[in-house]
């Protein structure tokens, strides 16, 4: 398990500049190195921190409560093992309701200093997320619904045991719902823009507006770690093939897991720059298409 | 005779309501009572039960002298010489006086009462009497035409009571008559009070308590 | 040994009575009023938890009989283990609450009568332990409305407002009809069993036919429906509770309306033991349609007390999730999931107990502070009340069910049983039906946690709005006192649920012959696989990490070293007024659901420019559509109605005795 | 048996006496010492017929059975109290200069010739003297109703006696069809209207004939006891009347009314074995009914304390109707129960309207602030009077709707809750208005007299202690008198 936590918590910034330099590169830029976000977490940290007279002792508890709870979650996610041994004090629900205590505090926080522009990002990542939530739950639960268990590994297993069954069309439509609620969750063109700060558009980055320093560091360290969770959770739901039960040989399932992830990074960089963002008030129409697919995908699996 | 009587009767009940002045009553209604009185007479005569004699006596005494007198006096000293006021008109009435005869002979006639030995036919007669003395209160507007309603509706059942059960028990008869006479004095007392405070009898002045 | 238990029942009760007779008695004199009241009831709280815990623990029934009402109508108070586990939800909320009322009346001083409110207070918990305990349909009947109507007076405390008036009428009334029905599904039982005693009513109902089951399953769901606040039978909710004192709307809250569980609990698993498959469903989907109502219209509330009265009406949704899926289980011969449904209502009834007596109290702390509940008139008082804040924080995640908090572990439990509806059963419909009553379940808790954040971050955070929020203090002692046992009810709960279980097993185990096991943890073993949550391991797992991240910081790159300076706001200074208030936080949901707030939203500038305008006014009018649509039309068809039948009476002597002539005509008519 | 004609006499020495002595307060106080002295020779006569054997005298013209006996404790009773209210009331209305101290003495008589008649009406054997008694109390009463000669009080007794006389006229031909039934059996006797031998022979009569008789009875003595359609006079005399005589009149008055038509109505039960029960359903149901809409929009405090009265009364009598030992049961103890809640009520309302000067409901507010002790409890009445537990009217209410599900009147009880909530929710509206909220500036915080006061608690303890505990002698009583509405047979 100690392996997993450091496994995520270094990974993370990785699969981010992947990201980065893979937009770049189709936006025709050069653009920074993939090591750049560990680079920039460094600098971060050893920076000093400007915080507002106004905020309280919230401001300085949300990043590493955030930080926190991003990992403990992460340990809960099967990455290149099935079973890491914890998995007996949580399942799937819990994740999401870690994340949630994640997104919670930072809203929290994005109002502690009292400026308009923390306020109007929190508004609107809470009035999302309660779209995006149940869009992801349905997307997961229409997945989880063949081995029926809310236990990750015992999925896995099950799913990796009677054989993948990807031509399942319901498994398609799962796909596709939980490709859509991964964008919105990762905070990504069309529904949000990470890399903006220009009030119109952003929901996430406006919260962070008022941290500097470590405390800024750690919450764009738990934004990537926790792009990096739902991405092995997207992995592991569709194509977990090569992954390593408990003393498996570990070494060649990792290297399979990176080059996953790496495939996923360059697909989500790939569908950000074919889009545009959209009006915030759209994004609910796109989440609720995705509820529709995961609602037809159970339908299906049902029915068949 | 039995047919005469009744006879009187309704044409008296009937009359009630076509009369012009309210004064006009007092006389019909002294000359219905003084016919039940006869009746009663009648009563006693055939049956020979003694205290048929005593009703007949009582009735010719309290309804064809005192109530009359009282009633007299009651007018003479509101002198309401005016016209009587009416819901329907006069011929408006004395139709629906004639359908409620006819309900009144109906209703007695379809609920086939075993008969008695005598006044068989009084028993109709006295129903319709009550219809038509609520019709007379119903109908007139005027505060004490309803005390004539009523004295109309007990003479109804005087008819029935004195000649098909041949009269009630003693006492009652005598609680019955102290009754009508209270009745009519405090009808009495009471239209004095109303004429004092709403300076008419009229009892469409009478209706501010509603809902 | 049950004597004993007996004794501490008996005990309790007198305390509560006493704790009556002595608040009217010192009705003078307020101060000892006041301890007098609260102390006594504290005590029979806490004897009230110790005989429960007992009863739970010995599974010995409590049974005292009291006196004969009428010739067959005995008042006997019978505890068994389902009374017993409301008894414990009840004392428990009686020892917090009386500890928190102790601070909290003394805004009331020389004001208003401090001994009514606090014998009310008594007499209120004694009629709610009255009504779980009591075994005759009659007596239960007579304490129900003891309970409503005392709650009523107490809601009607300070009726000088219009709208606590407003409030009182619509409740007194609802819960009113409510009773009918119960009445009704009670006299229906009398018809079929010719008993009116809950014994015969176990004994003999459930081999009524189907269809008398079914009139006296939906007779008594809407009879207590009503009282729990069901959507949509809930309008009389949102106005009482927050029209009562705090502690007050804390018990009705937290307590009374749990109440209307027990009945259910009582007529569907005592009585009438196992039903028609539609009775689950139908229980389902109010409840998913109460929950996800219940919190939308919350979320658009700004007065703190309103938006706890909403969400106790989605917590209501989320038990009735937990019934309905427990009652398909039980049609599905499902004992083992039977079993994980009614664990999780039973412990939701125990988690949202605790946890929304914290939040009202939380918020009766910061009227008591600030004489508002209007959050926009609020702000900054994390700094002025710190354990107030950290307190209300603290409920409010347990409210938004977050881990390592009670509220997770029973949504947890409840989130099972509907997932598993979907797993387990082979029905399409039900295995369509439960992953999406758990997606709806995932809503609700969004947007709870949106509406925590709304109400914490603009009445606790940033700059206070208006003076009073600015001259806000802390509480008094008993008052925090009051909020930290239950706070601490909230995690110890949650990271030990074995202490739940062991008690929610004794009636379980009654009604599926099914137990859950756990302590740290929560162990279900189904049959294809095994369900199991640790809020305790995660706990210490997380300090784990947070220790290690802080140590390693500090080793790597030492302390942080803060500076602290302005917001920054476009370069003007920060002034309140361009706070984020709670209108324009949660005017995002507004838009997107649109169409159940029936807004009308008014924007009006003023100026020759509309770019440059001088002023802006913009008004937001919401209305809940069910009341619009639904109860308005209701009401007004009534009165209209009865204006027109009001003219019979039309003061006229003569149509009187025409009504009388003719009723005698039509009456000979009909004889024969 | 001296006990008996002591009852009958003492009402009109007091009555007399109060008219002629022309010091007032040692009349007031010595009116109230002969309703006292009349509550304990009540009392006492009860007690014999209720558990020792029923009380005859005056060769037979006196019959006292548990019936009567129910009826003799209640109007003393209320009687007594209504006397205690009394003197607090007449004393403030002579201090606001409303009426003259010579109208007081004239009030004191004309009440204690009422309880009088009353008295009479329930002793008595003979249904003839019977329908006397009632004519009587009619007459009385309506003097009492006229009492403020308002021109509103002048109509409401005007309509009282008009309909209440042809009412009784119908009653009396029904009296006489009745003895029309009965007299070829036993020929022209007083006896023959006796109703124990009526009740004896019960089984004989001609049923035609006493069919004829009951409907006119019902439709009589239901005019007097304001059941639906006949009840139009009740809210205008009740609430023109003042406050203790609608006490008298809503609490004993139609109770009295009741007990004439309940009499006849076991004769023609028996006769025509229960083929009469349905006419009272009937009658009761519609009573309650009819009622609602004067609940839901009404604007006369005392006009909707009658209109609960009519309600009441239809409650009773669909009681009965629905018969049974259930159901004559609880129709009796809700005789009992209403009689206290009722006068409860309008005793409060009394204080209420002298404070406030207005009948009005919107003109009332706050009577819980200008006068705790009456505002509490007339909070505590209204919901009473709404069959609301823990109360007293709940018990009774509920007996009744046992008995109708037990005897199988499915579709009358499930009717008769739904109107009794509307009822309640529009009683409540009102009630809610005037007890709670701020009082009107000019009125002054303050109780009415001590006696007004005092006055309240006798039937305030019953309402509040039978509501939760109705004792064994009590319950055997009741007992007694269904009994006796039985006709005599379990």
């Given at each position: 398990m100690f392996l997993q936590a450091v496994m995520i918590v270094l990974l993370a910034p990785f699969i981010q500049g992947v990201i980065k330099k893979t937009k770049a590169r189709m936006q025709n830029r050069i653009g920074p190195t993939v090591w750049q976000p560990y680079y920039d977490l460094m600098k971060f940290m050893k920076k000093d921190a400007v915080l507002s007279v106004h905020s309280s002792w919230l401001s300085v508890a949300t990043p590493y409560i955030v930080f926190v709870s991003i990992v403990t979650a992460g340990l809960f996610i099967p990455t290149y093992i099935t079973n890491n041994g914890l998995s007996f004090m949580g399942d799937i629900i819990l994740i999401v309701y870690l994340f949630a205590v994640a997104r919670f505090f930072t809203a929290l926080s994005a109002l502690d200093a009292g400026g308009s522009f923390g306020g109007m990002g929190s508004s609107r990542e809470m009035a999302l997320s309660a779209i995006t939530e149940p869009a992801l739950l349905l997307s997961v639960f229409a997945v989880l619904l063949s081995s029926g268990t809310t236990k990750l590994p015992d999925f896995i297993a099950s799913l990796t045991s009677d054989g993948w069954s990807w031509f399942s069309p319901s498994y398609g439509l799962a796909f596709f719902a939980m490709l859509i609620v991964l964008i919105a969750e990762t905070g990504r063109i069309p529904v949000d823009n990470p890399d903006t700060h220009l009030e119109l558009t952003m929901v996430h980055e406006g919260m962070l507006l008022e941290y500097s320093g470590r405390y800024l560091g750690l919450m764009m360290w738990a934004a990537q770690i926790k792009q990096l969770l739902l991405l092995s959770l997207f992995i592991n739901l569709f194509f977990p093939w090569g992954i390593a039960s408990l003393g498996g040989h570990m070494f060649v399932s990792f290297l399979l897991y990176v080059a996953k992830l790496i495939a996923l990074g360059v697909l989500l960089a790939f569908i950000e720059t074919m889009y545009a963002k959209i009006r915030l008030f759209k994004v609910p129409k796109l989440l609720g298409s995705s509820m529709i697919l995961s609602l037809m995908a159970i339908l299906l699996r049902v029915f068949e | 005779m039995e047919q005469w009587i009744a006879m009187l009767l309704l044409i008296s009940a009937i009359w009630l309501l076509q009369i012009r002045k309210i004064s006009d009553s007092v006389p019909i209604l002294a000359f219905q009572s003084f016919v039940l009185a006869l009746m009663a007479g009648a009563m006693w005569y055939e049956t020979k039960l003694s205290h048929l004699f005593v009703a007949a006596l009582l009735t010719l005494i309290v309804k064809a002298i005192i109530i009359p007198a009282i009633l007299h006096y009651t007018i003479k000293k509101i002198d309401v010489h005016r016209r009587v006021e009416r819901v329907t008109s006069k011929y408006t009435s004395l139709l629906i006086a004639i359908i409620l005869s006819v309900a009144g002979f109906y209703v007695t006639s379809r609920l086939h009462l075993p008969s008695t030995k005598f006044g068989a036919p009084y028993l109709p007669v006295s129903i319709t009497l009550m219809f038509l003395g609520t019709f007379i209160m119903i109908d007139h507007k005027k505060a004490l035409m309803q005390g004539i309603g009523l004295i109309t509706i007990e003479n109804g059942l005087f008819l029935v009571a004195q000649s098909i059960s041949y009269g009630m028990p003693m006492m009652v008869e005598l609680g019955v008559f102290f009754d009508m006479l209270v009745t009519v004095v405090i009808i009495g007392i009471l239209s004095f009070r109303i004429h004092s405070t709403f300076e008419s009898l009229n009892i469409e002045k009478m209706s501010n308590l509603k809902g | 040994m049950a004597d004993f238990e007996t004794r501490l029942f008996v005990l309790s009760l007198l305390f509560f009575v006493f704790g009556t007779f002595s608040a009217l008695c010192f009705s003078r004199r307020d101060k000892w009023a006041n301890i007098f009241a609260h102390s006594s009831a504290l005590v029979g709280g806490l004897l009230g938890t110790v005989a429960a815990s007992l009863v739970l623990a010995t599974k010995q029934p409590i049974s005292v009989t009291a006196w004969t009402i009428v010739s067959d109508v005995t008042l006997r108070f019978k505890v068994d283990t389902l009374s017993a586990y409301f008894l414990f939800v009840i004392s428990v909320l009686a020892v917090a609450v009386s500890v928190y009322s102790i601070g909290y009346v003394t805004e009331y001083y020389g004001k208003k009568p401090i001994g009514w409110l606090g014998g009310g207070l008594n007499l209120f918990l004694l009629s709610m332990v009255a009504v779980i305990t009591v075994d005759h349909s009659v007596s239960f009947l007579i304490a129900w409305e003891f309970m409503s109507l005392l709650s009523f007076f107490l809601v009607m405390f300070e009726h000088e407002k219009p709208e606590t008036r407003k409030a009182g009428y619509v409740y007194v009334v609802m819960t009113h009809f409510g009773t009918v029905f119960i009445i009704l599904s009670f006299l229906t039982l009398f018809f079929f069993t010719n008993r009116l005693d809950f014994q015969s009513f176990t004994q003999a109902a459930s081999d009524l036919p189907a269809s008398v089951k079914n009139i006296i399953f939906l007779t008594s769901l809407i009879g207590f429906g009503t009282k729990a606040g069901m959507i949509p039978l809930h309008v009389w909710l949102p106005r009482a509770h927050p029209a009562a004192p705090s502690h007050i709307s804390a018990l009705m809250s937290a307590v009374m309306i749990k109440t209307a569980i027990y009945g259910l609990l009582r007529v569907n698993y005592d009585f009438l033991k196992g039903g028609a498959t539609w009775w689950g469903a139908v229980v389902l989907g109010i409840g998913v349609l109460s929950a996800v109502l219940g919190i939308l219209f919350g979320v658009a509330e700004n007065d703190m007390k309103r938006f706890l009265a909403f969400s106790s009406a989605e917590n209501i949704g989320i038990i009735f999730m937990g019934l309905g899926a427990s009652l398909l289980f039980r049609s599905y011969h499902e004992p083992l999931l039977g079993a994980l449904a009614l664990t999780a209502l039973l412990y939701h009834v125990l988690n949202h107990a605790i946890f929304k007596g914290l939040l009202f109290m939380g918020a009766g702390s910061?009227?008591?502070?600030?004489?508002?509940?209007?959050?926009?008139?609020?702000?900054?008082?994390?700094?002025?009340?710190?354990?107030?804040?950290?307190?209300?924080?603290?409920?409010?995640?347990?409210?938004?069910?977050?881990?390592?908090?009670?509220?997770?572990?029973?949504?947890?439990?409840?989130?099972?049983?509907?997932?598993?509806?979907?797993?387990?059963?082979?029905?399409?419909?039900?295995?369509?039906?439960?992953?999406?009553?758990?997606?709806?379940?995932?809503?609700?808790?969004?947007?709870?946690?949106?509406?925590?954040?709304?109400?914490?971050?603009?009445?606790?955070?940033?700059?206070?709005?208006?003076?009073?929020?600015?001259?806000?203090?802390?509480?008094?002692?008993?008052?925090?006192?009051?909020?930290?046992?239950?706070?601490?009810?909230?995690?110890?709960?949650?990271?030990?649920?074995?202490?739940?279980?062991?008690?929610?097993?004794?009636?379980?185990?009654?009604?599926?012959?099914?137990?859950?096991?756990?302590?740290?943890?929560?162990?279900?073993?189904?049959?294809?696989?095994?369900?199991?949550?640790?809020?305790?391991?995660?706990?210490?797992?997380?300090?784990?990490?947070?220790?290690?991240?802080?140590?390693?910081?500090?080793?790597?790159?030492?302390?942080?070293?803060?500076?602290?300076?302005?917001?920054?706001?476009?370069?003007?200074?920060?002034?309140?007024?361009?706070?984020?208030?709670?209108?324009?936080?949660?005017?995002?949901?507004?838009?997107?659901?649109?169409?159940?707030?029936?807004?009308?939203?008014?924007?009006?500038?003023?100026?020759?420019?509309?770019?440059?305008?001088?002023?802006?006014?913009?008004?937001?009018?919401?209305?809940?559509?069910?009341?619009?649509?639904?109860?308005?039309?209701?009401?007004?068809?009534?009165?209209?109605?009865?204006?027109?039948?009001?003219?019979?009476?039309?003061?006229?002597?003569?149509?009187?005795?025409?009504?009388?002539?003719?009723?005698?005509?039509?009456?000979?008519?009909?004889?024969? | 048996m001296g006990e008996v004609s002591l009852l009958l006499i003492i009402p009109v020495m007091t009555a007399v006496l109060c008219w002629q002595i022309k010091n007032h307060p040692i009349g007031e106080k010595l009116q109230v010492a002969g309703a006292l002295l009349n509550v304990f020779i009540g009392l006492s006569i009860a007690r014999n017929a209720f558990f020792v054997a029923p009380v005859t005298g005056w060769h037979h013209l006196i019959y006292i059975d548990a019936l009567s006996a129910f009826n003799?404790?209640?109007?003393?009773?209320?009687?007594?109290?209504?006397?205690?209210?009394?003197?607090?009331?007449?004393?403030?209305?002579?201090?606001?200069?409303?009426?003259?101290?010579?109208?007081?003495?004239?009030?004191?008589?004309?009440?204690?010739?009422?309880?009088?008649?009353?008295?009479?009406?329930?002793?008595?054997?003979?249904?003839?003297?019977?329908?006397?008694?009632?004519?009587?109390?009619?007459?009385?009463?309506?003097?009492?109703?006229?009492?403020?000669?308002?021109?509103?009080?002048?109509?409401?007794?005007?309509?009282?006696?008009?309909?209440?006389?042809?009412?009784?006229?119908?009653?009396?031909?029904?009296?006489?069809?009745?003895?029309?039934?009965?007299?070829?059996?036993?020929?022209?006797?007083?006896?023959?209207?006796?109703?124990?031998?009526?009740?004896?022979?019960?089984?004989?009569?001609?049923?035609?004939?006493?069919?004829?008789?009951?409907?006119?009875?019902?439709?009589?003595f239901g005019t007097k006891a304001g059941l639906a359609p006949m009840h139009f006079w009740l809210p205008d005399a009740h609430s023109q009347a003042p406050?203790?005589?609608?006490?008298?009149?809503?609490?004993?008055?139609?109770?009295?009314?009741?007990?004439?038509?309940?009499?006849?109505?076991?004769?023609?039960?028996?006769?025509?074995?229960?083929?009469?029960?349905?006419?009272?359903?009937?009658?009761?149901?519609?009573?309650?009914?009819?009622?609602?809409?004067?609940?839901?929009?009404?604007?006369?405090?005392?006009?909707?304390?009658?209109?609960?009265?009519?309600?009441?009364?239809?409650?009773?009598?669909?009681?009965?109707?629905?018969?049974?030992?259930?159901?004559?049961?609880?129709?009796?103890?809700?005789?009992?129960h209403h009689s206290m809640a009722k006068s409860l009520l309008f005793f409060a309302a009394g204080n209420i309207t002298q404070k406030y000067h207005s009948k009005r409901m919107e003109r009332i507010s706050g009577v819980l602030k200008t006068m705790p002790m009456t505002g509490s409890i007339f909070l505590i009445a209204a919901f009473a009077i709404t069959g609301t537990p823990p109360f007293n009217i709940f018990i009774s209410e509920f007996t009744i709707m046992r008995a109708g599900f037990q005897s199988g009147h499915l579709v009358a009880t499930v009717l008769f809750l739904l109107f009794v909530v509307l009822i309640f929710s529009g009683m409540m509206y009102y009630v809610v208005r005037m007890a709670f909220g701020e009082a009107p500036a000019k009125v002054e915080k303050k109780e009415m007299s001590r006696w007004s006061t005092v006055a309240l608690f006798l039937p305030l303890i019953a309402v509040i202690v039978f509501g939760l505990y109705v004792p064994p002698f009590f319950q055997e009583i009741i007992q007694q008198v269904a009994f006796v509405l039985q006709g005599g047979k379990s």
């Amino acid at each position: 398990m100690f392996l997993q936590a450091v496994m995520i918590v270094l990974l993370a910034p990785f699969i981010q500049g992947v990201i980065k330099k893979t937009k770049a590169r189709m936006q025709n830029r050069i653009g920074p190195t993939v090591w750049q976000p560990y680079y920039d977490l460094m600098k971060f940290m050893k920076k000093d921190a400007v915080l507002s007279v106004h905020s309280s002792w919230l401001s300085v508890a949300t990043p590493y409560i955030v930080f926190v709870s991003i990992v403990t979650a992460g340990l809960f996610i099967p990455t290149y093992i099935t079973n890491n041994g914890l998995s007996f004090m949580g399942d799937i629900i819990l994740i999401v309701y870690l994340f949630a205590v994640a997104r919670f505090f930072t809203a929290l926080s994005a109002l502690d200093a009292g400026g308009s522009f923390g306020g109007m990002g929190s508004s609107r990542e809470m009035a999302l997320s309660a779209i995006t939530e149940p869009a992801l739950l349905l997307s997961v639960f229409a997945v989880l619904l063949s081995s029926g268990t809310t236990k990750l590994p015992d999925f896995i297993a099950s799913l990796t045991s009677d054989g993948w069954s990807w031509f399942s069309p319901s498994y398609g439509l799962a796909f596709f719902a939980m490709l859509i609620v991964l964008i919105a969750e990762t905070g990504r063109i069309p529904v949000d823009n990470p890399d903006t700060h220009l009030e119109l558009t952003m929901v996430h980055e406006g919260m962070l507006l008022e941290y500097s320093g470590r405390y800024l560091g750690l919450m764009m360290w738990a934004a990537q770690i926790k792009q990096l969770l739902l991405l092995s959770l997207f992995i592991n739901l569709f194509f977990p093939w090569g992954i390593a039960s408990l003393g498996g040989h570990m070494f060649v399932s990792f290297l399979l897991y990176v080059a996953k992830l790496i495939a996923l990074g360059v697909l989500l960089a790939f569908i950000e720059t074919m889009y545009a963002k959209i009006r915030l008030f759209k994004v609910p129409k796109l989440l609720g298409s995705s509820m529709i697919l995961s609602l037809m995908a159970i339908l299906l699996r049902v029915f068949e | 005779m039995e047919q005469w009587i009744a006879m009187l009767l309704l044409i008296s009940a009937i009359w009630l309501l076509q009369i012009r002045k309210i004064s006009d009553s007092v006389p019909i209604l002294a000359f219905q009572s003084f016919v039940l009185a006869l009746m009663a007479g009648a009563m006693w005569y055939e049956t020979k039960l003694s205290h048929l004699f005593v009703a007949a006596l009582l009735t010719l005494i309290v309804k064809a002298i005192i109530i009359p007198a009282i009633l007299h006096y009651t007018i003479k000293k509101i002198d309401v010489h005016r016209r009587v006021e009416r819901v329907t008109s006069k011929y408006t009435s004395l139709l629906i006086a004639i359908i409620l005869s006819v309900a009144g002979f109906y209703v007695t006639s379809r609920l086939h009462l075993p008969s008695t030995k005598f006044g068989a036919p009084y028993l109709p007669v006295s129903i319709t009497l009550m219809f038509l003395g609520t019709f007379i209160m119903i109908d007139h507007k005027k505060a004490l035409m309803q005390g004539i309603g009523l004295i109309t509706i007990e003479n109804g059942l005087f008819l029935v009571a004195q000649s098909i059960s041949y009269g009630m028990p003693m006492m009652v008869e005598l609680g019955v008559f102290f009754d009508m006479l209270v009745t009519v004095v405090i009808i009495g007392i009471l239209s004095f009070r109303i004429h004092s405070t709403f300076e008419s009898l009229n009892i469409e002045k009478m209706s501010n308590l509603k809902g | 040994m049950a004597d004993f238990e007996t004794r501490l029942f008996v005990l309790s009760l007198l305390f509560f009575v006493f704790g009556t007779f002595s608040a009217l008695c010192f009705s003078r004199r307020d101060k000892w009023a006041n301890i007098f009241a609260h102390s006594s009831a504290l005590v029979g709280g806490l004897l009230g938890t110790v005989a429960a815990s007992l009863v739970l623990a010995t599974k010995q029934p409590i049974s005292v009989t009291a006196w004969t009402i009428v010739s067959d109508v005995t008042l006997r108070f019978k505890v068994d283990t389902l009374s017993a586990y409301f008894l414990f939800v009840i004392s428990v909320l009686a020892v917090a609450v009386s500890v928190y009322s102790i601070g909290y009346v003394t805004e009331y001083y020389g004001k208003k009568p401090i001994g009514w409110l606090g014998g009310g207070l008594n007499l209120f918990l004694l009629s709610m332990v009255a009504v779980i305990t009591v075994d005759h349909s009659v007596s239960f009947l007579i304490a129900w409305e003891f309970m409503s109507l005392l709650s009523f007076f107490l809601v009607m405390f300070e009726h000088e407002k219009p709208e606590t008036r407003k409030a009182g009428y619509v409740y007194v009334v609802m819960t009113h009809f409510g009773t009918v029905f119960i009445i009704l599904s009670f006299l229906t039982l009398f018809f079929f069993t010719n008993r009116l005693d809950f014994q015969s009513f176990t004994q003999a109902a459930s081999d009524l036919p189907a269809s008398v089951k079914n009139i006296i399953f939906l007779t008594s769901l809407i009879g207590f429906g009503t009282k729990a606040g069901m959507i949509p039978l809930h309008v009389w909710l949102p106005r009482a509770h927050p029209a009562a004192p705090s502690h007050i709307s804390a018990l009705m809250s937290a307590v009374m309306i749990k109440t209307a569980i027990y009945g259910l609990l009582r007529v569907n698993y005592d009585f009438l033991k196992g039903g028609a498959t539609w009775w689950g469903a139908v229980v389902l989907g109010i409840g998913v349609l109460s929950a996800v109502l219940g919190i939308l219209f919350g979320v658009a509330e700004n007065d703190m007390k309103r938006f706890l009265a909403f969400s106790s009406a989605e917590n209501i949704g989320i038990i009735f999730m937990g019934l309905g899926a427990s009652l398909l289980f039980r049609s599905y011969h499902e004992p083992l999931l039977g079993a994980l449904a009614l664990t999780a209502l039973l412990y939701h009834v125990l988690n949202h107990a605790i946890f929304k007596g914290l939040l009202f109290m939380g918020a009766g702390s910061v009227l008591y502070a600030t004489h508002t509940k209007n959050i926009n008139e609020l702000g900054g008082l994390i700094r002025r009340m710190p354990w107030t804040a950290v307190l209300f924080l603290i409920g409010g995640m347990s409210l938004a069910a977050f881990p390592p908090l009670n509220g997770f572990m029973s949504e947890w439990a409840t989130f099972q049983s509907l997932l598993h509806l979907s797993f387990s059963l082979h029905s399409p419909i039900w295995k369509t039906v439960g992953g999406l009553a758990a997606a709806t379940l995932g809503l609700t808790g969004a947007f709870v946690a949106g509406s925590v954040v709304k109400h914490f971050g603009t009445a606790f955070l940033a700059l206070p709005r208006t003076s009073h929020a600015a001259k806000a203090n802390e509480v008094p002692l008993a008052m925090r006192f009051g909020m930290v046992v239950l706070a601490g009810g909230t995690v110890v709960f949650g990271v030990w649920p074995g202490l739940v279980l062991r008690m929610t097993n004794q009636i379980v185990e009654n009604y599926f012959h099914q137990s859950l096991t756990g302590h740290a943890m929560l162990y279900v073993p189904f049959h294809r696989s095994v369900e199991s949550i640790s809020l305790g391991w995660m706990t210490i797992i997380f300090l784990a990490i947070l220790l290690l991240l802080i140590a390693l910081l500090r080793v790597s790159v030492g302390k942080s070293n803060n500076h602290y300076d302005e917001t920054w706001n476009c370069g003007t200074p920060l002034v309140p007024t361009m706070e984020y208030t709670g209108t324009s936080y949660s005017h995002p949901v507004l838009m997107i659901f649109k169409r159940l707030y029936g807004i009308e939203r008014k924007i009006d500038v003023q100026g020759e420019y509309a770019y440059y305008p001088k002023r802006i006014r913009h008004r937001l009018k919401i209305e809940a559509i069910i009341e619009t649509k639904l109860y308005r039309p209701l009401i007004r068809g009534t009165v209209w109605l009865s204006q027109r039948l009001r003219a019979i009476q039309n003061g006229n002597l003569q149509s009187y005795l025409a009504y009388m002539i003719i009723t005698l005509i039509v009456l000979l008519l009909w004889i024969r | 048996m001296g006990e008996v004609s002591l009852l009958l006499i003492i009402p009109v020495m007091t009555a007399v006496l109060c008219w002629q002595i022309k010091n007032h307060p040692i009349g007031e106080k010595l009116q109230v010492a002969g309703a006292l002295l009349n509550v304990f020779i009540g009392l006492s006569i009860a007690r014999n017929a209720f558990f020792v054997a029923p009380v005859t005298g005056w060769h037979h013209l006196i019959y006292i059975d548990a019936l009567s006996a129910f009826n003799v404790m209640l109007i003393v009773l209320i009687g007594f109290i209504a006397s205690l209210y009394s003197v607090g009331y007449m004393r403030h209305e002579v201090a606001e200069r409303i009426i003259s101290e010579e109208k007081v003495r004239h009030y004191y008589l004309w009440f204690h010739l009422f309880i009088g008649t009353m008295l009479v009406v329930s002793v008595v054997n003979n249904i003839g003297l019977l329908w006397v008694g009632i004519e009587l109390t009619t007459l009385v009463s309506a003097l009492l109703v006229a009492f403020y000669r308002k021109g509103t009080s002048l109509e409401a007794a005007w309509k009282y006696l008009i309909m209440g006389s042809v009412g009784i006229a119908f009653a009396l031909l029904g009296i006489i069809f009745l003895y029309l039934s009965g007299v070829d059996l036993f020929g022209e006797s007083a006896e023959s209207l006796n109703w124990t031998v009526l009740h004896r022979a019960a089984g004989q009569l001609n049923p035609q004939w006493t069919l004829i008789a009951f409907i006119f009875v019902l439709v009589g003595f239901g005019t007097k006891a304001g059941l639906a359609p006949m009840h139009f006079w009740l809210p205008d005399a009740h609430s023109q009347a003042p406050s203790p005589i609608s006490a008298v009149l809503s609490g004993v008055l139609l109770n009295t009314a009741l007990y004439g038509i309940f009499r006849i109505y076991t004769i023609v039960n028996t006769t025509l074995d229960g083929k009469a029960a349905s006419y009272l359903i009937f009658f009761g149901l519609l009573s309650i009914a009819i009622t609602v809409p004067f609940m839901l929009v009404q604007h006369d405090l005392k006009r909707m304390l009658a209109y609960s009265s009519v309600e009441h009364i239809g409650i009773i009598t669909l009681g009965v109707g629905i018969g049974g030992a259930l159901g004559l049961y609880g129709a009796v103890l809700h005789m009992f129960h209403h009689s206290m809640a009722k006068s409860l009520l309008f005793f409060a309302a009394g204080n209420i309207t002298q404070k406030y000067h207005s009948k009005r409901m919107e003109r009332i507010s706050g009577v819980l602030k200008t006068m705790p002790m009456t505002g509490s409890i007339f909070l505590i009445a209204a919901f009473a009077i709404t069959g609301t537990p823990p109360f007293n009217i709940f018990i009774s209410e509920f007996t009744i709707m046992r008995a109708g599900f037990q005897s199988g009147h499915l579709v009358a009880t499930v009717l008769f809750l739904l109107f009794v909530v509307l009822i309640f929710s529009g009683m409540m509206y009102y009630v809610v208005r005037m007890a709670f909220g701020e009082a009107p500036a000019k009125v002054e915080k303050k109780e009415m007299s001590r006696w007004s006061t005092v006055a309240l608690f006798l039937p305030l303890i019953a309402v509040i202690v039978f509501g939760l505990y109705v004792p064994p002698f009590f319950q055997e009583i009741i007992q007694q008198v269904a009994f006796v509405l039985q006709g005599g047979k379990s």
